[in-house]
């Protein structure tokens, strides 16, 4: 679960700024907070804001830090990505803070870096009364040290030689200790493994144009998930009955153009059986999974069951079905995730393509689940998630942007609201902030554009 996440001098974030799922006093919706060794979090929260406000740079800023773990070394052309409207902003360092709990354990990681030097990193284990240090890394005046938590040295000089060693020969200055760690030396440290799992599995985040690889293979092979799609899609009126799989051999498809491409893949794939790979139909545009499979390369496909005028199944290509059903089917993994499994999903522009009335369906269905296991964490426009029957006051955020055109974010747990408030009706009219402010189009003068024939 995430708790907290800090950014600093990154993308439109000029300042230090935090966003939180800490709950705060309201009695609303109480199996929202989860509570782990005296620390609290929530498992729903809605962003929003205006168009350039900052809400999907707050992703980006998570996901950067995610992909930093996972390649285990930092990006290039760091200055790029600094906060570019203050010349000072341009000679100061990017940080970044999270804290998360992951097998019964909080963590709070944290990376400072500038172009292409780490000047600090250090990962702590959170507790209520004080943090306990797992390691620390810093450099100054281009000297590198690290520090792990005291009994890793005590009464060990092999160890004390090794962090000596680790810190002048072993790591590179632009490679994350944690990443590092994790690749060479995890049996020697419980934590390392735990925390990097979570920034690489159980931390997942899906951007407006994201398409889920594999779908059809997952569907295929995972009875569980295929029966959750089959048990939703039809709540949703999609006109879908249930999901299929369509499974043939690699030679079925005769398009020589395509062909081409898959031989290339199917070797690919011999080789590493383990894996997919997902290819697309240039001519329906469908997405098609390619496995290995018991000794012979085959692809899969979904297909969506309709019922004809006279109630016979009627099986569709996903590519027939419109963009807002493809995205409902797309979504399926996150949602299965959020209600079985202790999964974080961060979810930029949740509602693209889908109807107000759907979307709302399907985020009170997960804030209604007293079982869900997972958290949800998405940016929106639509106004009709803002009812307190759904969102608790503090799971909902606001990103602003200010007259420096840096981005500050809140809750709308600031404010003084009453329990039956009309939290949408406030919204819209600018009560709480986090909507555009727009010029009176009269006042455009758009008719001096005018081209006479």
């Keep these: 679960m995430l708790i907290r996440f800090v950014a600093k001098n990154i993308y439109s974030f000029k300042h230090q700024t935090e966003f939180n799922l800490l709950p705060n006093k309201t009695q609303r919706l109480p199996h929202h907070k989860v509570s782990n060794k005296g620390i609290d979090s929530l498992r729903l929260s809605a962003i929003y804001g205006a168009n350039g406000s900052g809400k999907s740079n707050l992703i980006k800023a998570i996901t950067l830090l995610k992909s930093m773990v996972v390649s285990g070394s930092l990006i290039d052309n760091v200055s790029d990505i600094k906060f570019r409207l203050s010349e000072e902003n341009t000679i100061t360092p990017i940080s970044l803070a999270i804290e998360f709990f992951s097998n019964s354990k909080n963590y709070y990681y944290t990376l400072t870096f500038d172009k292409d030097i780490i000047l600090n990193e250090s990962l702590v284990e959170s507790k209520k009364e004080s943090d306990v240090l797992i390691f620390e890394r810093n450099n100054q005046n281009d000297t590198q040290s690290i520090i792990f938590y005291e009994d890793y040295v005590k009464n060990s000089e092999k160890n004390k030689l090794f962090v000596e060693v680790l810190a002048e020969k072993l790591i590179l200055k632009n490679e994350l200790l944690l990443s590092f760690l994790n690749s060479k030396y995890k049996a020697e440290f419980n934590d390392i493994s735990t925390v990097f799992n979570w920034f690489s599995e159980t931390l997942i ?29 039809p709540t949703l009126n999609t006109g879908i009955i249930k999901l299929s799989i369509d499974k043939k051999a690699m030679e079925h498809f005769s398009n020589s153009e395509e062909q081409d491409k898959l031989r290339t893949l199917a070797e690919d794939l011999k080789k590493a059986p383990n894996q997919l790979s997902s290819v697309r139909n240039k001519k329906t545009g469908e997405e098609m999974t390619m496995v290995y499979e018991n000794d012979e390369i085959c692809i899969k496909t979904v297909l969506a069951t309709h019922l004809n005028d006279r109630g016979i199944d009627e099986n569709f290509p996903i590519a027939m079905e419109s963009d807002g059903t493809k995205r409902l089917i797309d979504y399926i993994p996150a949602l299965n995730g959020i209600i079985n499994h202790e999964s974080v999903y961060l979810i930029d522009e949740i509602e693209r393509s889908i109807h107000p009335l759907t979307i709302k369906n399907i985020i009170s269905k997960i804030s209604l689940d007293s079982k869900a296991k997972g958290q949800l964490i998405f940016t929106t426009h639509e106004s009709s ?6 969102l608790r006051t503090d799971e909902i955020w606001f990103a602003q942007k200010d007259i420096d055109g840096s981005s500050r974010l809140y809750s709308l747990s600031d404010f003084n609201i009453h329990n039956t408030a009309n939290i949408e009706n406030g919204y819209l009219n600018g009560r709480y902030g986090g909507i555009p402010f727009l010029s009176n189009l009269q006042d455009l003068n758009w008719h001096k554009y005018e081209v006479s024939e």
């Design 205 to 233: 985040i899906i951007k407006p144009n994201s398409i889920p690889a594999g779908i059809a293979h997952y569907l295929d092979t995972n009875d569980g998930l295929k029966d959750f799609a089959n048990d939703l899609l």
């Design 385 to 390: 998630l803002l009812d307190q029957d759904i």
